[in-house]
């Protein structure tokens, strides 16, 4: 079975002359484990189909389903356990909070896990210890380069260890020597965790050199 699946769906944005429609009834399946790469140029669709899979957002038509089931009957609070619990989501711009180390910053996205707060803190710099990064778990944000910076969002996306990681553009930002670091590192989080990994682009190659299968967007539409 799909763990993620679009079917026939259609996300509309009503502005106030025109509507916008970014999807336009598309359907998709991804299977467990595999390493997808959602390929498309700028304004295609990409971000609001990741969003739609992450939770962040509800089509105006058709369905996602979550290993088979519609999130459409989910409540905002069961939308937010989905979120929290099933997805993990990592951006371009890293979206850490600023005033918080690399740690808190992790600790962050376990503080609703039902630990104590000595094992927050021994688990966050476990998962700072997976992306390689033990040795700047006290630093802010702005103490760490680009690719640090990457690495601690995923950290804090695999906190509580979901079986999807959706990355929407996480090396538009990187040179490509760390873009490389990162796209190897989610390439393990596949092979070693066996996670799901759904990568947003509009990077031909990066497409080519790490996904197993490449889902092209145009127009808000699925090309072959
Ligand atoms: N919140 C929004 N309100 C209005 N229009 C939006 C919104 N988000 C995206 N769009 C529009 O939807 C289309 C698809 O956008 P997006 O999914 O961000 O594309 P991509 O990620 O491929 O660049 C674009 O035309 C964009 O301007
Ligand atoms: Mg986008």
Do not use: C, W
């Not at 502005?15 to 336009?24: F, G, N, Y």
């Not at 295609?44 to 962040?56: C, D, I, Q």
């Not at 389903?65 to 993990?88: D, H, I, Q």
């Amino acid at each position: 079975m799909a763990i993620l699946e679009a079917q026939n769906v259609t996300r509309e944005y009503r502005m106030s002359a025109e509507t916008i429609r970014a999807l336009s009834g598309i359907s998709v399946a991804i299977e467990p484990g595999e390493f997808v790469a959602i390929l498309g140029t700028s304004g295609s669709g990409k971000s609001t189909l990741l969003n739609l899979f992450g939770g962040l957002d509800r089509p105006t038509a058709g369905e996602i389903l979550f290993e088979g089931k519609s999130l459409r009957p989910l409540t905002s609070t069961e939308m937010s356990r989905y979120r929290l619990r099933s997805v993990g989501m990592i951006f371009q711009t890293f979206n850490l909070i600023p005033t918080m180390t690399a740690r808190e910053n992790v600790e962050l996205a376990l503080a609703f896990a039902g630990l104590g707060r000595s094992e927050r803190r021994r688990r966050a710099l476990e998962l700072l210890d997976q992306v390689g990064l033990s040795n700047r778990a006290g630093h802010l944000p702005s103490e760490l380069s680009g690719g640090e910076q990457q690495r601690v969002s995923i950290a804090r996306a695999i906190a509580n260890n979901p079986r999807i990681l959706l990355a929407d553009e996480p090396t538009g930002n990187l040179d490509s020597h760390r873009a490389d670091e990162i796209m190897k590192l989610l390439d393990d989080m596949r092979r070693r965790d066996g996670r799901t990994i759904i990568l947003v682009t509009h990077d031909r190659e990066l497409a080519n050199q790490y996904a197993d299968r490449i889902i092209r967007l145009k127009d808000g539409s699925t090309i072959e």
